[in-house]
């Protein structure tokens, strides 16, 4: 089956600590990976993908297929950086439809 | 260049009713997926329609049906609504079709509160 787990509900951090998301998926094929973003009252937004291997907002986030997971990590977290985050799993031959975790909620304290 | 735009934003109704909910894809998009997001969980996938044809399904019941236009904008419409219905319905386009790599676009989705 093909599923997205992230364990975490919350996760709480101060200013300047490090941020590891964790993103565990099931899938039997190639997997396309994404990390989306929703900030207070702004809509679902891409923040990165698997394939395109950059770093955003200082964000970063490595596919293991071995553990089967793409968690999303940020060295020093910044304020700014609290928001909803759901991790995807595009699935092949079905449209590139979308699998979303149950998102994490980051809060990032002064 | 345009986002995508979704209407109406909030919609009460009551159960047995029906409801259409529209989306107008972002511009040059020819490809549009939906979404159910109930409270506290991640979206879910309703169908996606690629150039007017349903292009894939999810595990959503018959009376959740849509619609893509020639200009791409599309419906989604949902007859005899339930109470468990009530959700934010989000609407994404993308270029493309098929591929697993295409990036979705989101809209500012369509809160549906079913009394």
């Known amino acids: 089956a093909q599923r997205v787990t992230q364990p975490e509900k919350l996760l709480s951090v101060f200013k300047g600590a490090p941020v590891e998301l964790k993103c565990n998926y099931s899938y039997s094929g190639s997997p396309e990976l994404f990390w989306y973003v929703q900030y207070s009252r702004q809509r679902l937004q891409l923040l990165l993908r698997h394939i395109s291997r950059e770093s955003i907002k200082g964000f970063t986030a490595d596919l293991n297929k071995g553990e089967t997971s793409f968690h999303l990590k940020k060295p020093f977290a910044q304020e700014e950086d609290s928001a909803m985050y759901y991790c995807?799993?595009?699935?092949?031959?079905?449209?590139?439809?979308?699998?979303f975790g149950q998102g994490t909620e980051l809060s990032v304290k002064p | 260049e345009t986002g995508v735009t979704q209407s109406p934003t909030h919609l009460i109704k009551t159960r047995g009713q029906q409801v259409t909910l529209r989306c107008s894809s972002q511009s040059g998009h020819n490809t549009v997926s939906w979404y159910q997001q109930a409270l506290g969980q991640g979206p879910q996938f309703i169908f996606q329609y690629y150039r007017e044809e349903e292009n894939g399904r999810g595990n959503f019941p018959p009376r959740f049906s849509g619609l893509q236009f020639p200009n791409y904008s599309s419906e989604l419409n949902v007859n005899a609504l339930e109470l468990d219905d009530s959700a934010l319905y989000l609407c994404?386009?993308?270029?493309?079709?098929?591929?697993?790599?295409?990036?979705?676009?989101f809209g500012a989705g369509t809160r549906l509160s079913v009394l």
């Open positions: 995807a799993l595009s699935v092949y031959n079905q449209g590139g439809k979308l699998i």
């Open positions: 994404a386009s993308s270029l493309g079709g098929t591929s697993a790599k295409n990036i979705q676009y």
